[in-house]
């Protein structure tokens, strides 16, 4: 008897942490890393947390308890955190209105795949995928060329997206003989190039106004602030494989939360921006690139808005974006004006030639 009664405390108690840790999540995907940091952490485990808060609803309803209501209610009340973290639409897309589509890829390519030159033979395999994707748009991020004739050049970058006749090319750092920055190719004329400055010592945002067929819309192509995870830092969190213990752990969670911290308090300071540039639009806009944060943070929530989220509105699961191993996130993001634009397909491409995996959209542009 008391065992039975020792266990079911254990697993109240639990339960409240979890949806404790839960509710801690929403309250950081609304409030500002800038005024309080610690909730912005618990956003990168809402995988784990939901699938907990889930568990706990399952195991108190199969014992005939109310305490099901704890986890349900909270996850009830994160209804919406939910659909654009992990949205379920197994369907097609059900959208006869497709007059004018515009194709539209982003995709950060680690460094013009690490600037390698290519051959017929050996492609660059990044800026050969960009090149056959034939996309309306393309929005880069980490844009890099070289000033050594050995590695891609930004001569050589024009070469490749002949095809692309209007261009938006911003660089922000310089590292040895290189430029690094963020560009926006484009099929359609630009009538308009805006550059967006932050205190970061190689982000950068972007926007662009484009014309299509009379119609002008602006488009963001954003690289918000990179939490810089290093080689080495990707070592130290392995090695809680071989020596998991109290001052490994502690040491390992406050060398990340100090980089992490200061990733989220700039990154904040830059959506902010960024939703501000939005509502003082003219125009109907779409937002994309790589926000290096996940759709429940606070940084996803300000840009994001009253726009929608193109994977959400169209496709199932995580979608992770991020492809490097044990870090899998959804941090790269195709938002639109929904009075504007509609979806008629998604697609994350899985392919490997980058740490981050290609975003394709297909949005009609409706009232043309």
Known sequence: M?????????????????????????????????KFILPSYFALFFPITLILNIGFVVIWLFARKWNFLI?????????????VAF???????????TNCPVDLLTYNTKMSG???????????????????????????????VSSEKQYITLEDMMKLFNKYKYKHIEFKAKNYKSLIGIATFSKYPIVNRKRIEFQSRANISIYTDIKIQGKIIRLFN??????????????????????????????ITKHFSQKLGIAYKLRAHQADTIAQLISES???????????????????????????????????????????????????FILY??????????????????????????LNINNI
């Open 282 to 332: 003219p125009y109907n806009v779409i937002v994309c690139g790589d926000f290096n944060d996940v759709p429940t943070s606070y940084t996803y929530t300000k840009v994001k808005g009253n726009l929608k989220d193109a994977f959400s509105e169209t496709s199932y699961g995580f979608g992770w974006t991020f492809s490097e191993p044990f870090y899998g996130f959804r941090i790269d």
């Open 87 to 97: 949205p379920i639409h197994f369907g097609k897309i059900e959208n006869a209105n």
């Open 114 to 144: 690490n600037l390698v030159k290519g051959t017929r033979r050996k492609p660059n395999k990044v800026l050969q995928y960009i090149a056959n994707s034939n996309a309306d748009i393309v929005c880069l991020q980490e844009f890099e």
């Open 2 to 34: 008391f065992g039975k009664i020792l266990v079911k405390w254990v697993l109240l108690v639990t339960n409240l942490v979890v949806a404790l840790f839960l509710l801690i999540t929403l309250f950081g995907s609304v409030y500002s890393p800038e």
């Open 222 to 251: 954003n690289h918000l602030e990179s939490n810089r995870i290093t080689e080495s830092d990707k070592v130290m969190s392995n090695s809680l494989k071989e020596k998991f213990d109290a001052e490994n752990i502690t040491g």
């Open 71 to 83: 986890s349900f209610s909270l996850l009830l009340f994160s209804s919406n955190q939910i659909n």
């Open 337 to 362: 004006d929904s009075n504007a634009f509609s979806p008629i397909k998604f697609r994350i491409d899985k392919v490997n030639y980058s740490d981050h995996y290609p975003v394709q959209c297909t």
